[in-house]
Structure formats: structure tokens, C-alpha cells
């Protein structure tokens, strides 16, 4: 599975991406966050998703589904999926938690696209030996986190969203999975109104405890932190410098992953 990074911001973007990031990727600048999945499963679609694959390279067209996490802008927006539906003949599978198919219905109507509605802790086929399952998470507006199993591989995206969810880890127990995406939105700060429905380093160190003793992932599974926000974090390298003292890693636009 390759798992290529579209954006790792949470919602506070630099302005710089309107004038000297606007046709380059930055460590330093991130977009709206997502993630690319063997070329043509897109998980979310916010305010820079095009502009990522376009800088990238990465034909819309290549995409046949999307997954969405929720309904948060930076992580919908429907002239986006509208623009990614019209770009070749097949339907666009766009998949979300069953409580969003209504809004997204309304949001979608006219495009190439077909909704379809998870019911949370459900394994459901998406492909030839390719799986999904949507897992509660504690965040707003239709949340869903994502276990992917995909020819023998398995990624659990959870982002946006703080902790775990009992339902979600016992789910996860004992699925030894290859990577985990987290949200890291607060980085080391602590006194932050958004710790409610997002996590800190500490908060995801803790619970790396947990899901390490319960076999929720392998012993060398990638670790990886991403939704962070500029205005909670430094640099990139010193997220980078926090994070490896507890083998954790950190994401940035454009990166690509092999697992
Ligand atoms: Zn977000
Ligand atoms: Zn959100």
C-alpha cells in the first residue's frame, strides 16, 4: 500500500499558500490534510486537495473514491469532489458515515457520483482484496476514523479526532496494523479550547501505550502525525525533534509512504 500525503494541516493555514507556496509544497506551509492511497483513493477532500494533486502531478481523473472523515470544510468541500467526479467516465464512489448521506445528497446532486453510507464498526468491501472498516471518533459533523486492509496491508487514518473511542479500540485490538495517521493538531501546547475534539502529543504518547500493549499495531508500525497546527506548533523539524523521542513520526505534504 502507498500512501502518498495531499495535506497535514489543521484548519489554520499560512497565508503564505496564496502567494509564494501557491505551486510548491513546504514543510513549513501545509495544506488542508488528506492522504492518497495507491493512487486513486482519496481520503478527505477540503480547500487545497486539488491544489496538492495539481502540484503533484496527480491526474483527478485518477480517482474512483473518495472517503470522507466529516464534514468540516477543510476536509469538504463539494466543488472539489464535484470537479474530481467530472474529471473521467466512471462514477465516483464518495463514502462517508451514514448520518452524512442526506447533506452530502443534497451537497452532490447533479455530479458523477455515487454516496455511500457506512455503518460505524462494519468491514465493508471496496475492491479486490481491499477492505474498509469506519470506526467511531470523538470529533463533530459526521465523524468517521478508517481502517484500511488493503492485499495484506492495514492503515488506521484517525484523524480528525481526540483519544479513541472504547468501541474503536476494542475494534482495533489485536489488529496488528502496518501505520496509524493521528491527529496531532495541538502539538506540545497545552491550555487549548480545541484539545476537546483533537489530540497533543502527550495525548497520542499515552495512548501509543495502550494500543502497543493491546497489538492495535505491529511492533515497527509507522507512526504518524498529522492535522497540525501552525499556530499550536514550531517549525516542522522541532515537531520532528518532540516526536522521535517517542518514535513517532511526522508528516508533510507530499510525502509518500510504503507499507
Ligand atoms: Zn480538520
Ligand atoms: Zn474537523
Not at 58 to 68: G, R, V
Not at 153 to 180: C, E, F, R
Request: hydrophobic share 40%; proline share 3%; glycine share 6%.
Amino acid at each position: 500500500m502507498k500512501i502518498t500525503f495531499t495535506g497535514t494541516c489543521a484548519r489554520d493555514y499560512s497565508p503564505l499558500l496564496q502567494t509564494v507556496y501557491k505551486d510548491c509544497l513546504d514543510k513549513d506551509a501545509r495544506r488542508s490534510s488528506g492522504a492518497l492511497i495507491d493512487g486513486h483513493i482519496q481520503i478527505d477532500c477540503g480547500h487545497h486537495t486539488l491544489d496538492s494533486l495539481r502540484i503533484q502531478n496527480i491526474p483527478q481523473s485518477d480517482i474512483d473514491m473518495i472517503f470522507l472523515t466529516h464534514l468540516h470544510d477543510d476536509h469538504y468541500n463539494p466543488d472539489s469532489i464535484r470537479s474530481i467526479a467530472a474529471a473521467a467516465d466512471r462514477r465516483l464512489k464518495v463514502y462517508a458515515q451514514a448520518a452524512a448521506v442526506p447533506e452530502l445528497t443534497q451537497a452532490l446532486e447533479g455530479a458523477n457520483a455515487e454516496i455511500i453510507g457506512l455503518t460505524l464498526l462494519e468491514k465493508v468491501q471496496i475492491g479486490e482484496d481491499a477492505y474498509v472498516s469506519a470506526l467511531p471518533a470523538n470529533h463533530t459533523r459526521f465523524p468517521a476514523h478508517y481502517l484500511f486492509e488493503i492485499g495484506g496491508k492495514k492503515l488506521y487514518y484517525a484523524t480528525d479526532g481526540a483519544w479513541i473511542m472504547y468501541d474503536a479500540l476494542y475494534y482495533l485490538w489485536g489488529q496488528n496494523v502496518d501505520m496509524i495517521v493521528f491527529d496531532a493538531t495541538c502539538g506540545d501546547y497545552e491550555g487549548d479550547f480545541r484539545v476537546a475534539e483533537h489530540n497533543s502529543i502527550r495525548m497520542i504518547r499515552s495512548m501509543c501505550r495502550s494500543l502497543k500493549k493491546l497489538n492495535v499495531y505491529k511492533k515497527d508500525a509507522l507512526l504518524y502525525l498529522s492535522h497540525i497546527a501552525p499556530s499550536l506548533h514550531k517549525s516542522h523539524e522541532e515537531t520532528v525533534e518532540k516526536a522521535q523521542k517517542s518514535k513517532l513520526l511526522v508528516a508533510y505534504d507530499g510525502l509518500e509512504v510504503e507499507i
